[in-house]
Structures are given as structure tokens and as C-alpha cells.
């Protein structure tokens, strides 16, 4: 527990450092929402924006910053006095969880400002919605098991992708049924119990994906120095 907090420390610091993902977390819906503002009618329409700011957190905040504390070498100090694979992922996961309380919290004030809707409401939605996120954060961590690709390169394609993404959600273009963005918005309204089938399936899949890539994480870069 107290390497968890220990992980957890050290990510809040480099936050507070470097506070520009937070800022970016929160500009790029911000402004899709300034966009949108006439079609938002109800509070289940701001899934959208959260999903953009979910996705994008636990993907990149986990699974493409496992790979870059790797090849930068930030973690081998800790490692070679411990190796906490799992503490390391749990402190981020929990980090995350954090970051995104407060991205989202700043997109539902300006929506309860902006278009009158309830706050409590939002709150409640899109804190279920996080939580209902987490097999993500195991999934992205796949990542760390393709070890010759660059952090660059990988934070480029998934930026891309989700830029992309978030773009398309509005329309009624047939890509949607593989839009991570949309599938998870989809979440906020569910009624089908099929669909509940499926995401407890999909979980499943995602976590045991996951467990096995942080069980295989190294914090040793292949590239030569």
C-alpha cells in the first residue's frame, strides 16, 4: 500500500510541474462544447466530451506513459530496489481516476453555467461512466509489449485516433460501430441487458489482456544509448 502511495505522490508532483495534459485534457472538449451548444438538450449528450476526456486519459495516462517511463528509465531506480509492477499500476490507474474527476468536473461546471443543466446529475453520470472505463486502462497497457516502437510514434497514432474519433462521434457515419469514443459514450444511456452482456464479456477480455502485459512489463528500454 505504501508503494501505491508512494507512485501516486510522485505522479500528483509531476502534475503539478507540468500541468499542460491537464489543460489540453480539458481545452480541446471545452471548445467541441462552445461548438455544440445548440445541440446539447439533456445531460446524457455531454457523454461525448467525457468519453473524449476518459479514452484519452487512460489510454495515454496509462498504457502510452508506462512506455515512456520505460524508455526514458525513470522507473529502474525503483524497480531495482522492488519490482511493483502491479503497485506502479494500480497508483496510476488510481491517479487517472483522480485526473479525470477533475477534467470532467471543470466540462460539467461550464455546462451548468453554459446551458442550465443539473450538476448533480452530470456528476453522477459521468462518475459512472468512469468507473465503468477502468478495463481500459488494463488494455492500454498492451502497449508496453511492443518493443520497438517509440513513445513518440505511439502517442502520435493514438492522438491521431482519438482526434479522429472525436471528430466523427456527431454524425451518422457507419465508422461510429468501431468509434471507441462513441461505444463508450453509449454506456451513459444503456437499457439493453444484451449490451451489459457484452461490455461484462469485453472486461473480461481487457483485464486478462492487461494483467498479462503488466505482468510482462519491463522498465529496461531495447534502444541503445
Known sequence: MNIVKAYYKLNIIMLMKEP??????????????FINLGVIQSESDL??????????????????????LRESGSLKTYFSIKESRFPFFYATVLFQITFN?????IINILATVLLGLHFLDLFIMSSILIILALPLCYFSFLFTLFKNISVNTLSTIV?????LSLILMP???????????Y?????????????????????????TVGLFS????SVFSDERR
Open 47 to 68: 457523454s461525448f466530451f467525457w468519453s473524449y476526456i476518459i479514452l484519452s486519459t487512460y489510454i495515454i495516462g496509462v498504457g502510452v506513459h508506462a512506455v515512456r
Open 183 to 207: 461505444l463508450l459514450s453509449s454506456l451513459a444511456s444503456v437499457q439493453s441487458f444484451e449490451v451489459y452482456v457484452y461490455y461484462f464479456i469485453m472486461s473480461v477480455v481487457l483485464i
Open 214 to 217: 503488466i505482468k510482462k512489463y
Open 20 to 33: 499542460i495534459p491537464l489543460i489540453w485534457s480539458v481545452a480541446l472538449p471545452a471548445i467541441f462544447l
Open 171 to 181: 454524425s451518422d457515419h457507419v465508422i461510429n460501430q468501431v468509434n471507441p469514443l
Open 101 to 105: 474527476f477533475i477534467s470532467i468536473t
Open 159 to 163: 492522438s491521431i485516433i482519438l482526434f
